[in-house]
């Protein structure tokens, strides 16, 4: 890993960090909580892209709106 990609993977979790205090702040919750609800949104947002990766690129819209 060369000292740039360091940085930025630095960046990133303080940018993380930052979004997970103010998610916490606005929704008055513990850090517990407010994990667990972004481990579930995580995962729903995972199945969804499971199940779309079936369907991309199958069909191709003609219809001119």
Known sequence: MDINS??????????????????????????????KLIEGMQKTSAEVQKAAADHKGNYINTRVY
Not at 7 to 34: N, P
């Open 6 to 35: 360091a940085v930025e993977s630095q960046i990133q979790s303080v940018r993380s960090a930052i979004g997970m205090s103010t998610l916490q702040t606005a929704m008055s919750q513990d850090g517990a909580t407010v994990n």
